[in-house]
């Protein structure tokens, strides 16, 4: 499961409330994800991070901000959530397999914003 | 824009028959394609890769096919078995700026009947 673990693995939340998502790792992957799932549109990317303090824009980033402070941890913010964020967010690691830079996912938060 | 796409939402198959997942993509840039199976409340795991300059790889019972003048893959399963029906993603590697990233497709449903 490349050591990925996510917490909370579920919240319900209200509109206008602060938010936050944690990833944690633990075989020191310089490469960090966080993907959202909804129905009818797949896995996309929201932001992502190539080492400690450094993290970029990913295809679905309005709303949504991210720290890298330590190698072992990801963190999502979503600073004032909406409902159009309820979704199941998804941490990822990459890791170099067979000449791949494959990514290999935790098991998911489910976030409700009512 | 969708790059990378899954035409099909399902797919309904006998046990035992060959399943057949089809992706098509539109960046010739991409390096690697790789393929993604996700049960409900998990994560999405990893099933197979294969670089932009083969035309296929295998495990197992699942085989990568790369058709790269069509810009099109496809994953072939067989022998098909229950434990199989799950939701397949086909996702593309693209490598920009020293940061490497994934666009999945939407994904489809394969459901393997006993």
């Given at each position: ?94 890791e170099l397999l067979a000449g791949v830079y494959t990514q ?11 | ?70 810009k099109h893959l496809s994953l072939h399963i067989v022998p ?23 666009v999945f497709g939407k994904g489809t449903k394969l459901t393997?009947?006993?």
């Amino acid at each position: 499961d490349a050591g990925i673990t996510q917490s909370p693995r579920h919240k319900v939340t209200e509109t206008g409330t602060p938010v936050t998502l944690r990833c944690h790792q633990t075989e020191n992957h310089r490469y960090m994800y966080w993907y959202r799932q909804d129905p009818g549109h797949g896995l996309r990317l929201i932001h992502y991070s190539y080492g400690v303090k450094d993290t970029d824009k990913g295809e679905v980033s309005d709303g949504y901000s991210v720290s890298r402070s330590k190698t072992e941890d990801f963190l999502l913010t979503l600073e004032s959530a909406t409902s159009s964020q309820t979704s199941v967010y998804f941490c990822a690691i990459s890791e170099l397999l067979a000449g791949v830079y494959t990514q290999y996912f935790g098991p998911g938060t489910r976030l409700t914003v009512l | 824009d969708q790059q990378v796409k899954q035409n099909s939402p399902s797919l309904s198959v006998q046990e035992g028959r060959i399943s057949i997942l089809n992706c098509d993509y539109t960046n010739s840039m991409f390096d690697y394609f790789l393929w993604y199976k996700k049960y409900p409340a998990e994560g999405p795991t990893f099933l197979i890769s294969i670089s932009s300059i083969k035309d296929k790889n295998e495990d197992g019972r699942f085989t990568v096919f790369l058709n790269k003048s069509a810009k099109h893959l496809s994953l072939h399963i067989v022998p098909s078995q229950p434990g199989d029906s799950a939701v397949y993603f086909c996702a593309a590697s693209l490598t920009q700026g020293g940061s490497e990233k994934l666009v999945f497709g939407k994904g489809t449903k394969l459901t393997v009947n006993p």
